[in-house]
C-alpha cells in the first residue's frame, strides 16, 4: 500500500502554506512515489462546519493512517469561544489520543541564511541539530496543581513529576534518532536540584547502557546546556530533556537559524503495527493573522515539516535530503518571502511562487 497521509490544513496561513505542500506531494506522485492523501478540517474551519474544532470521524482517520499533516489553528475570530471549542482544543486533542509524547524540533542553518541569525557566522554555519523534548508529562501536567490559599496568601502550585516508564520512552525514541544521525545524544536536566532530575539522568543512562551502547550519551544540567547552546551549538547532535526545560531550550535553539517561518517539527508516539510511530508534522509558527489572505507567508516550515515525515515516518531519507537540497537552492538564488528579508531593499516573492520554485528545484 502506498503511505498514507491525513493533511489538516486548518486556519489562517494553514491552507497558503498546506497547498504548497501538495505540489510538493503530488511532484513525487509524479515521480513514481504516490501518496494516499485525505484532507480534513481542524480548528476554527472545524468549527465553522461542525461546532467542534476537531471530529470523532476525523480523530478516527488520523489514528488510521501513517502520518498527519497539520498547517496551523486559530485567529482572532475564535478569541472569545468557549474554551471547551477553541481551535487549539483540535490540536491538543491529537496529542493527547494519539499519545505523541516526543516532540522533535530541529535548529538547522541553510548557508544561504547564515547571515540571518543574529549569532556570528561561523556559530550557525552548517547547524545541524535535533532537540527532542518530552511533551506529555512533567510540570505542565503534574498533580497536585491548582491556586490555593495558605496562612492568608494565595500560593501557585505545580509539580514535576515522571515516572521511569515516561522517561524510558522518551530516551528510547531519541536513542532511536541518534542512530539515525549522528550516534551522538545529549540528556538535559537539573540533577543538581531536583529529584525528577536525579531519576532522568539515572534511567536515561540505563536506557543507553543496555539497549544502546553504540551511541555517545553524555548528560548536562539544563542551565549551562542553554549557555553551550548559544556559544557553540554545533558541538551538540541530538538533545534529549524534559516537557519544561525542552520548551525553552526548542525555543532558543530554533532562534539560532532565523525566522519562524522555517521551522519544521514532528510529534511522535509508539510504533503502531506497521512498525511505523504514531507521528504527526506541522510547521512551529501558527495561523498568522497578520498577514493571512495576502499571499506573503512562508511555506518551508511546512515542506520540511513534510521532509520530517518523508525521513521519521516513511524511511525515505534520500526523498527528505531531495526536499531540503531543493529548499537550501532556492534560499542560495536569493529567492525570500518577506520574513526572510529583514532590511534588505529586495522584493520579495509570493508563497505560491516560492512553493513553484522549490518544485521546480526539486526536478534539478
Ligand atoms: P504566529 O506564529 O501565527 O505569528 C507570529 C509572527 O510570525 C507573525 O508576525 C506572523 O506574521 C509571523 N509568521 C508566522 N509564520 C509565518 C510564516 N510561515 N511566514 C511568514 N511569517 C510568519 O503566532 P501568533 O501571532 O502568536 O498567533 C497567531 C494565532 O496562531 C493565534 O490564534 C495562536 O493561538 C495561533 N497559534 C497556533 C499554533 C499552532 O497551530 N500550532 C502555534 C502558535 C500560535
Ligand atoms: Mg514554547
Not at 344 to 351: D, L, Y
Amino acid at each position: 500500500a502506498n503511505p498514507s497521509l491525513l493533511i489538516l490544513p486548518g486556519d489562517g496561513i494553514g491552507p497558503e502554506v498546506m497547498a504548497e505542500v501538495r505540489k510538493v506531494i503530488d511532484w513525487f506522485g509524479s515521480q513514481g512515489t504516490p501518496f494516499d492523501v485525505s484532507e480534513d478540517l481542524v480548528g476554527g474551519a472545524a468549527y465553522d462546519a461542525h461546532g467542534t474544532p476537531l471530529t470523532d470521524a476525523t480523530m478516527a482517520k488520523a489514528q488510521e493512517v501513517d502520518a498527519v499533516l497539520l498547517g496551523a489553528v486559530g485567529g482572532p475570530k475564535y478569541d472569545d469561544l468557549d474554551f471547551s471549542v477553541k481551535p487549539e482544543r483540535g490540536l491538543l486533542r491529537l496529542r493527547k489520543e494519539m499519545d505523541l509524547f516526543a516532540n522533535l524540533r530541529p535548529a538547522q542553518c541553510f548557508d544561504a541564511l547564515a547571515d540571518f541569525s543574529s549569532l556570528k557566522k561561523d556559530v550557525v554555519a552548517g547547524l545541524d541539530i535535533m532537540i527532542v523534548r518530552e511533551l506529555t508529562s512533567g510540570v505542565y501536567f503534574g498533580e497536585p496543581r491548582g491556586i490555593v490559599t495558605e496562612n492568608n496568601e494565595r500560593v501557585g502550585i505545580n509539580t514535576q513529576r515522571y515516572t521511569e516508564s515516561e522517561i524510558e520512552r522518551v530516551a528510547r525514541s531519541a536513542f532511536e534518532l541518534a542512530r539515525k544521525r549522528g550516534n551522538k545524544l545529549c540528556s538535559m536536566e537539573k540533577a543538581n536540584v531536583m529529584e525528577s532530575g536525579i531519576l532522568w539522568r539515572e534511567v536515561v543512562q540505563r536506557v543507553g547502557d543496555e539497549e544502546y551502547p553504540d551511541v555517545e550519551l553524555s548528560h548536562m544540567y539544563a542551565d549551562a546546556g542553554a549557555m553551550q547552546l548559544t556559544r557553540w551549538p554545533k558541538q551538540f547532535d541530538v538533545i534529549v530533556t524534559d516537557n519544561l526545560f525542552g520548551d525553552l531550550l526548542s525555543d532558543l535553539a530554533a532562534m539560532l537559524t532565523g525566522s519562524l517561518g522555517m521551522l519544521p517539527s514532528a510529534s511522535l508516539g509508539l510504533p503502531m503495527a506497521n512498525g511505523r510511530p504514531k507521528a504527526m508534522y506541522e510547521p512551529v509558527h501558527g495561523s498568522a493573522p497578520d498577514i493571512a489572505g495576502q499571499g506573503k507567508a512562508n511555506p518551508i516550515a511546512c515542506i520540511l515539516s513534510f521532509a520530517m515525515a518523508l525521513r521519521y515516518s516513511f524511511d525515505m531519507g534520500e526523498a527528505a535530503d531531495r526536499v531540503e537540497a531543493a529548499v537550501e537552492k532556492v534560499l542560495a538564488d536569493g529567492l525570500r518571502t518577506a520574513d526572510l528579508l529583514g532590511e534588505e531593499g529586495r522584493a520579495p516573492v509570493s508563497t505560491s511562487d516560492m512553493g513553484d520554485a522549490i518544485v521546480a528545484a526539486l526536478a534539478d
